[in-house]
């Protein structure tokens, strides 16, 4: 069986240690954090040994992986250290805070012939799943646009902003729903916390077809929101990502001539309808879709060349808030 370790258990890396001990697939061997959070409750819960020293972990032979959870800006040297250590990685988003970094770990996975996975946790999610699955039938006719809405209240990291933390959700699913990228990227922000790093986000992202995607992103809203619009030609829809609700609406604006010839746009009305979703935990989908990987040599959906395109998008982002203008947005 699969032997892996678990590196950062605070706010989200304990849940990765929950769903490796419920996973039949893996031998949860050990876990780590530097600052020891949550360690002592997690050894007693689940009688996992424990080091505040990933060093340990890594230097282990007989661990084939790790999943880590630390602040994104440490990411980088802990996957190059894990890498050289020869294990697989799944990595939380982003991967890294900057694309050349990024490029250099794939280019190292890919010549240890590792798997390097990285959490875009949205694109296990069976309501984005069903969505997909919507417009590839073409449900909707022609997209019109899509809008993201990822807005809460809590205290800013101190190692990103809340484009990185809760924007690169929305950025990853509109590219993985189009099935393409952005070609360009227009981005306002402010900073309200004297801090360097942004506390509200709002971008618009330019696909082909005329589609626009928008999302607002902000630190600083009383209410939880976390929704996903998508507005077509013959139907759109809505998707709670809380509840996993997706609504599908039959109604518009269509076009209409009168006998006379007359041009106008009326309302079209019909009945709504919610599709039936699987009610999956996306980040067991996305720990079993990295094992998986592992055992058999796959290639994960969400690998290294989509986590460095997603981090070009929001470096594109970050210029256009900073130069105050439209920005290109090279993959080359």
């Not at 419920?22 to 780590?32: F, N, R, W």
Request: with cysteine.
């Amino acid at each position: 069986m699969l032997k892996i370790a678990v590196i950062g258990t605070g706010t989200w890396g304990k849940n990765h240690v929950r769903v490796l001990t419920e996973s039949g697939s893996a031998d949860l061997v050990k876990i780590c954090d530097a600052k020891g959070t949550n360690l002592e409750y997690l050894h007693n819960t689940f009688k996992i040994p424990t080091t505040q020293d990933h060093t340990e972990i890594l230097q282990d032979s007989s661990i084939d992986a790790v999943s880590i959870c630390v602040p994104s800006s440490q990411h980088y040297s802990i996957i190059k250290e894990a890498l050289l250590s020869g294990k697989h990685v799944l990595v939380e988003k982003p991967m890294t805070t900057d694309s050349e970094q990024a490029i250099e770990l794939q280019n190292l996975a890919g010549q240890k012939n590792l798997v390097l996975m990285v959490g875009h946790i949205f694109r296990y999610h069976p309501g984005v799943h069903k969505l997909k699955e919507e417009i590839k039938k073409g449900t909707f006719g022609k997209i019109r646009f899509m809008y993201g809405s990822r807005m809460g209240l809590m205290t800013p990291r101190q190692d990103c902003g809340v484009i990185y933390d809760f924007a690169v959700h929305d950025i990853d699913t509109f590219c993985y729903l189009l099935n393409e990228l952005p070609t360009e990227v227009t981005c306002t922000g402010s900073f309200y916390n004297k801090n360097q790093f942004e506390d509200v986000g709002f971008i618009t992202l330019s696909f082909s077809k005329n589609i626009k995607a928008n999302v607002g992103v902000s630190w600083l809203t009383p209410k939880k929101v976390r929704e996903l619009w998508i507005i077509g030609e013959e139907k759109s829809a809505s998707m709670d990502y809380m509840t996993q609700e997706l609504t599908i609406y039959n109604k518009g604006i269509v076009p209409q001539y009168d006998s006379f010839g007359e041009f106008s746009l009326v309302k079209q009305e019909g009945d709504d309808y919610s599709p039936f979703i699987h009610n999956k935990e996306p980040l067991k989908e996305e720990i079993h879709h990295f094992l998986e990987c592992v055992e058999k040599s796959k290639k994960p959906i969400s690998d290294a060349q989509n986590a460095i395109d997603v981090i070009k998008i929001v470096e594109a982002c970050h210029t256009s808030l900073k130069e105050k203008k439209t920005i290109q947005v090279d993959f080359s």
